[in-house]
Structures are given as structure tokens and as C-alpha cells.
């Protein structure tokens, strides 16, 4: 049930009978007088937001159909019912916990059929009464009920009568300051006799609560009823006095801006009555956060001076929330707040090893960090950069270092940032300005001392926006991080202590001197024995776990998983083969959803059956029989290759010819091989004329395919000399190398990868720079078994060792 205003009722539903106020709101005499025999059992209605106290005529709107069928029993029946009010206004249907004890006998006096297809009742209450029981619910609930008698006091009380002229006064006081109550209802009210009748006439039409009215209603002495009423109409004039003096102090004509502040002005003031002003709560938040906050002087001088601004301002402002938000933020920075590191030097390598197979450069890194750390107790956080071929782990390994050293963990990604503001801020002018994410990350980890990942560092951007590359020198710089300026904080934070790790695929692509403040690490890619075993300690396990199967439904043997990683995935990481194992696993999944006691050991065609034909084929050396063919190694993004060099020679004018889809370099290192060639034509045993008189033809398969780079110099003059002199190649045999114009041979990259390939295509032999030998004695030696390796400084000792 909704009250509704009585005052439209009576104007638009009772003009025509003539029925002036003081009887709309009841007469006294009629309920001082009433002896009516009210049973103990009666129809009860229960109200939403409405309580009747006895005396008074409320219009009430009928929404229920249980409700509708009480009131038009009661009023063709003219018996009385009860009516009282809910607990929860949202109850379709209320039980008797659901309604509370205390409610009012009433009778309808007339039913109105309202335009809009309401139906509004005109109620009349009689006496209070107490509900014992409700004796069953349709078509209406039907209550058992108690019928409460009224206490009475006499005249000579004179607390009695002057609590009586107070209720009056400010009665009259609530009519005056309010534009809602018509004037009648004061002339009403100055002739009301009866104390018990003025005290329902009141608490009936004061704008308070229901639940404070139903708080009224349930007193049964009447003194304390009438004090109660007294503090709660005392509230209630205070604040329209208030209000009252607001309006006095404004303008009579307000524009749009005027109004919100007065509204904001009246809420200030209602809110600082009650105790409960937002605003206020707000910034004492601040102080409090600010006193647990472990900051310098400078930042606590700026702190006091920005929230004293803050609190000169006025609320409504958008300045304001700018101002706020900027102080809120210097209150949630970790400012001078570290975590405690983990020194377990033994513990933070077993974390490392469990982690990450293979790896030994980057985790010997660490410890030799944390060693430091240790043993001098501070020490300016180095920037290492790691970097290497897609799926290797660079950016898993971070997580696994702040593990180690028991930090917290932040990632910022850095692919595609253009923006210098991202790194730096906004400065505060600007609408939605912002931290940059070097702070909003610290802010996210808690502490000044996180673990910080910057992701794909070599694909930031730059265009007219800014270079975010330079924006980072600062940050990555351990001199000048300690005072990294924020345009949005505008106060300098140290970083110094932040461990940052940076990953890049390509570091070709990152600017020299963003390079060189950080020490470069490379995460090469994996050879076939390390996919292995990282398939079976990790990739293997996640996986079962992932699909829900256990470790005796599927084993992987070495052999199935060397054929799943050479036939189904060409990589130099384990992103691949960890989606290739899905794909199984999600097969296996299947059968075991299919049939609980499925196991299987896979097998080749099994793996077949599930992955389909095999993508790749392996490299194979296919043989040199003829004289010009010589095995080369070249790197790739993938991972390592052998690659073939043919070349041919017939009679002409001494011509160069050069196919197979090769770039600028490796068109240079060709021409270079022939000059060497045609410069020791005697040396090598090959008649000048036969260099003049012959064209020569270079072809590198496959011809769809690009490829460029150095290393292909050695091999070049060993097809060159082969071709011109008729002497094969020796067998197995392949090579990696630059030269000069001397026959110097200069070292090449990619040494673990070429390994690995030339290892993979059953190469017994492989000839490298000597300066390449550092590079093969960082591979364990149980991955190059088998291989033996030449190492040379000059293109004659190649020669001599390949030609036969």
C-alpha cells in the first residue's frame, strides 16, 4: 500500500460533497467517544510505507487483489478490519514475522474508482490493537487480535499540557516553513482539545519515516509518546529552519549554476546536522591514510599543502574531483614501502631450476644479483634485458625471479606504445589526466621494490606523439631513476629499487642508447634434447591438469614426443609444442569422457590420427656427389636450418649469376667469394682463364623462400672452389662462416641453433670460425655428441679440410 496526497483526493474527489478539512481528518469527539464492539478476530490489511493511528482519515491506494477483496467486504459489509503495517515493503505476501505487532482498527468510509484505473479507499482508525495471530491468508488474511486500551491523564498535569502546546508549536512552526502541508491544517490544528487526538493528528502528517511513525504508534504511554513525537518534530523544524536561512541568503533569481550550488549548500548543511557529510568523511580518509604512510618530509610538505587546497574548494567544482583525485593518489603510492627480500640463495636456485629447464646464463645472473644484494645489503637494481625467439620464457621467468626473491610481481606490456604520456603522465591541466604506467604499476604492486616486466620492449612506437624509447632512458637508467619524474605526481619517485626486466625478440629495433643502459642476456632457442625434458616437467603436466586427465591415462615416451617436435612444430620455444600437446590431450579428453578406463602410450600413428599428416619434413642431408654442392647453416627465427649452396660453371664471358631469393648481404658475400677466388686462382690450383672464360651460376634453395645474412661466406668459396677445380665436398660435412676479402673468417651468430639443425639433419662434421668456440662451450656436451667440430681463422684451412 502506497499513501497517497490527501490533499488531491480532496480536491478532485470530495468537492462535491462538500466535506471541509477538520472532518476529512476525523473528529475527536467521535473518537473519544466511540464504544463500537470490535471482535477478536478481524480482516487485516497490511500497508507498505503507512501507518494509521486511530482518529485519523487517510486516502489509501489498493494495488493488491487480496487487498481489494478485504476493503470491498469491509465496506459493503460495514464491519471494521484491521490495518497495520510491513516490516519489508517489498513482501508480495507477508506472513506473520513479516508484520509488525502493533497496528489500528479502521473502517472504510468511501471507495473511490480513481481516473487512471486505481481503486483508492478513504479509511477511518478506531482504536490500536495487537496481532496475536493471523488464523489463515485467502482470500484475505484473517488475524486474531488484541485490542490495545488508550492511557489516559488528567488535566492538573501541567508537564502533561505544556508537552501538549510544544507539539502545537512546532506543529504550527513545520505548516509555516513547509510549502506541502495546506494552510487549513494549522487552523485545524489550533482547535484540537483532546491531547490523545492532537498526538495522532501529528505523528499521522509529519514527514518522518514510517518506521518511526510505527515507533510512536507501539507506545503505550502516552507521555512518552508525546516526548518521543516532541525530538523527532524538534529534528525536523531545525532542519526547515535551515533551510529557511540557506533561501534568505540566495538570490531569488537563480540560473542553472546557482541552483546546483544551493542544493548542494542545503545537503551540506543537512549532512553536517546529521553527522554524515560525505565530503567531510572523504578527507578525514585522507588524513587518516596519510598518518599510516611511510614518506619523505618533501612529499609529506606537499601532501598538507595540496589537501589544505583541497579543502578551500567547493565540492560542486570539477576542479574539485581533479584535486581530489590527485591527493587520493599521493595517499595510495607505496612511496617508501619495500618488501623484505628472500637471501636463501639455495632456495631461490631451486625455485629458478623448478621453473625454467635449461636457462643457466639468466639464472646464474640472478644469483650472482641476489649474492650481491646479500652481501652489501643495498646495491642499484641492474636492468637486464632479455632477449631471444617468441616462446623461449622470457616474460615467465620474470615471475619466476620475483618468486626467488619473494617481490611482487607488475607487468607493463610495451607493444604498439606510442604515446610518450604513457610512461611520463599527463600533466594535471589536462581533462582526464592520469599517472603514467610506471607509477599506476607500482601503485598496483603495493611496494617500491616490485619485480617489473617490460614487455616486448623493441616494439615501442614512436610518431608524433612523442618517443615513449626516450621517455624510458630515464627509467632504465640506475643513475637517474632515483628521481624519475611523473608529470602527473610532478615530485620525484625513486625506482632504484625496482628489479626491472625488460624482453625483446629483436634488439636490433631498440635505440642505441636505450640499449646500452641495459645488459643484454640472450635466451636462445631450445634444442631437441631441453624440448624434451621441458615437455615432460612442465608442458606435460599443466596440460593434464588443464584437461582434467591423470598421469596413468597418457605417457609420452622420448621418442614420441622427438617425432611430435620435429614433425608437427618448427620453433625455437615451446609455444608450439605446448598447443600441439593440447590438441592430444584434448583427443585423449574424449575417449576418456567416453569410457572411464581409457589409457594409451601413444605411438606415431596414434599421433598421426590425432594431429593429421605431419607439417614438416626434416632437413636430411641429401649428399654431395657432384662438385659444387656444399652444406650451409643458417639461422631463422624459428630456429636453426641447413641450407644448401650449388653452384655451377659454363662457357661464357665470365658472368655472375645469382638465384634463390637472396638478400643484399648474401649477394655480397657471393661476390666477395669469387673475387677471393679469382684472386688466388694459382693458389687453389684453378687456371685464371677458366674463371674468365666460364660464367658462373649460384643457386641457394629454396628459391621461394628469403634469406640474407653473412654466414654463407665460407660456404659460397668452398662451391665456388669445388665447381672450378672438380673436387668434391667431403661427406657430412657442414659450415658457417664470414670472410673478407682476405679469407679472413670472421665469426657468426646463431651458433646453438645452426648446432642444432645440422645435428637434426645427421651431420658428422662442422666447421666454425675459432672464435665460435666459446659459443659451442656453453652447450652441454651431451647435446653435441657425435659432431666434430673444426674450428678455423682462414678460408685456406677450410678448403683444406672440406675439399677432397
Not at 615530485?491 to 626491472?500: G, H, P, T
Not at 666477395?672 to 686462382?681: C, P, Q, R, V, W
Request: charged letters at 30%; one cysteine or more; aromatic letters at 6%.
Amino acid at each position: 500500500m502506497n499513501k497517497i496526497d490527501l490533499k488531491d483526493i480532496l480536491q478532485e474527489n470530495l468537492a462535491d460533497d462538500n466535506q471541509d478539512y477538520l472532518s476529512i481528518l476525523g473528529d475527536e469527539k467521535e473518537m473519544l467517544n466511540d464504544h463500537t464492539d470490535i471482535p477478536d478476530t478481524l480482516p487485516i490489511l497490511p500497508l507498505r510505507n503507512t501507518v494509521l493511528f486511530p482518529g485519523v482519515i487517510i486516502p489509501i491506494n489498493i494495488g493488491r487483489e487480496k487487498s481489494l477483496k478485504l476493503i470491498r467486504y469491509v465496506y459493503k459489509s460495514s464491519v471494521p478490519f484491521g490495518v497495520i503495517a510491513q516490516r519489508d515493503t517489498n513482501t508480495e505476501n507477508p506472513k506473520l514475522e513479516d508484520l509488525y505487532t502493533i497496528g489500528t482498527v479502521a473502517t472504510v468510509l468511501k471507495i473511490l474508482e480513481m481516473p487512471d484505473g486505481t481503486t483508492t479507499a478513504i479509511i477511518q482508525g478506531k482504536k490500536r490493537f495487537e496481532l496475536d495471530d493471523i488464523l489463515y491468508d485467502e482470500p484475505y488474511h484473517v488475524g486474531k487480535i488484541i485490542v490495545k486500551q488508550e492511557d489516559t491523564i488528567t488535566e492538573e498535569d501541567q508537564e502533561y499540557n505544556a508537552i501538549g502546546e510544544a507539539l502545537k508549536d512546532m506543529a504550527l512552526k513545520i505548516v509555516k516553513y513547509s510549502s506541502n502541508i495546506p494552510n487549513e491544517a494549522g487552523f485545524a490544528l489550533k482547535n484540537i482539545e483532546s491531547m490523545l487526538f492532537l498526538i495522532n493528528f501529528i505523528s499521522s502528517n509529519t514527514d518522518i519515516d514510517y518506521r518511526n511513525k510505527q515507533e510512536l504508534l507501539e507506545i503505550d504511554i502516552l507521555k512518552e509518546r508525546a516526548t518521543k513525537l516532541l525530538e523527532l518534530l524538534g529534528k525536523q523544524v531545525k532542519i526547515l529552519e535551515l533551510k529557511e536561512d540557506i533561501q534568505k541568503k540566495v538570490k531569488v533569481d537563480l540560473d542553472k549554476q546557482q541552483r546546483e550550488y544551493l542544493l548542494h549548500q542545503q545537503m551540506k548543511t543537512i549532512q553536517n546536522e546529521l553527522g554524515t557529510n560525505p565530503v567531510d568523511e572523504d578527507l578525514q580518509e585522507l588524513e587518516e591514510a596519510a598518518k599510516k604512510k611511510k614518506w619523505g618530509k618533501n612529499v609529506q610538505e606537499i601532501f598538507e599543502k595540496e589537501l589544505q587546497k583541497l579543502k578551500r574548494q567547493n565540492p560542486s567544482t570539477p576542479d574539485y574531483s581533479v584535486q581530489f583525485n590527485y591527493v587520493k593518489e599521493l595517499t595510495e603510492l607505496p612511496w617508501e614501502h619495500y618488501s623484505e627480500d628472500n637471501f636463501d640463495l639455495k632456495k631461490a636456485s631451486e625455485i629458478l631450476d623448478a621453473d625454467h629447464y635449461g636457462l643457466d646464463k639468466v639464472k646464474e645472473r640472478i644469483l650472482e644479483y641476489l649474492a650481491v644484494l646479500k652481501l652489501k645489503g643495498d646495491m642499484k637494481s641492474p636492468i637486464l634485458c632479455l632477449y631471444g625467439p617468441p616462446g623461449v620464457g622470457k616474460t615467465s621467468l620474470g615471475k619466476s625471479v620475483a618468486r626467488a626473491l619473494n617481490r611482487e610481481f607488475v607487468r607493463m606490456s610495451l607493444g604498439g606504445l606510442h604515446d610518450e604520456s604513457e610512461i611520463r603522465g599527463h600533466r594535471r591541466t589536462y581533462i582526464g589526466a592520469m599517472p603514467g604506467r610506471i607509477i599506476q604499476s607500482i601503485k598496483k604492486a603495493g611496494t617500491s621494490n616490485p619485480v617489473f616486466i617490460l614487455d616486448e620492449i623493441d616494439k615501442v612506437g614512436q610518431d608524433f606523439r612523442g618517443d615513449p624509447q626516450s621517455a624510458l632512458l630515464e627509467v632504465l637508467d640506475p643513475e637517474q631513476n632515483t628521481t624519475f619524474h611523473d608529470n602527473y605526481l610532478d615530485i620525484d619517485y625513486d625506482l632504484s629499487k625496482v628489479m626491472f626486466i625488460a624482453t625483446a625478440n629483436d634488439i636490433s629495433t631498440i635505440a642505441p642508447p636505450l640499449r646500452d643502459r641495459m645488459e643484454m642476456i640472450e635466451v636462445s632457442g631450445y634444442l631437441m634434447e631441453e624440448k624434451i625434458e621441458i615437455a615432460k616437467r612442465h608442458l606435460i603436466p599443466r596440460q593434464l591438469v588443464n584437461h582434467g586427465l591423470k598421469t596413468e591415462q597418457i605417457e609420452f615416451t622420448d621418442d614420441i614426443l622427438n617425432f611430435i617436435i620435429d614433425k608437427y612444430t618448427r620453433e625455437s620455444g615451446v609455444r608450439g609444442l605446448d598447443k600441439t600437446l593440447a590438441k592430444i590431450m584434448r583427443q585423449v579428453a574424449k575417449h576418456v569422457a567416453l569410457d572411464s578406463s581409457f589409457t594409451i602410450k601413444p605411438t606415431k600413428t596414434t599421433v598421426e590420427e590425432y594431429l593429421g599428416t605431419p607439417i614438416f619434413t626434416r632437413e636430411e642431408y641429401q649428399g654431395n656427389e657432384l662438385p659444387g654442392v656444399v652444406t650451409g647453416l643458417a639461422w631463422t627465427a624459428v630456429g636453426g636450418e641447413i641450407l644448401y649452396v650449388e653452384s655451377s660453371i659454363s662457357k661464357g664471358k665470365g658472368a655472375l649469376t645469382m638465384t634463390g631469393s637472396l638478400g643484399d648481404v648474401m649477394k655480397e658475400s657471393a661476390t666477395l667469394a669469387l673475387e677471393y677466388i679469382k684472386s688466388h686462382a694459382e693458389e687453389l690450383g684453378i687456371q685464371p682463364s677458366a674463371v674468365e672464360e666460364h660464367n658462373i651460376h649460384i643457386h641457394v634453395p629454396a628459391g621461394a623462400v628469403p634469406k640474407d645474412g653473412p654466414s654463407a661466406g665460407i660456404t659460397m668459396v668452398t662451391s665456388l672452389a669445388s665447381s672450378l677445380t672438380g673436387r668434391k665436398v667431403k661427406k657430412a660435412l657442414a659450415m658457417t662462416g664470414e670472410i673478407t676479402l682476405r679469407g679472413k673468417v670472421l665469426p657468426v651468430g646463431g651458433i646453438r641453433e645452426k648446432i642444432l639443425a645440422a645435428k637434426r639433419a645427421g651431420i658428422k662434421e662442422i666447421i666454425l670460425c675459432r672464435e665460435n668456440k666459446k659459443d659451442i662451450d656453453e652447450i652441454k656436451k651431451e647435446y653435441v655428441k657425435g659432431i666434430k667440430f673444426h674450428f678455423v681463422d682462414h678460408i685456406r684451412e677450410v678448403l683444406d679440410i672440406a675439399l677432397i
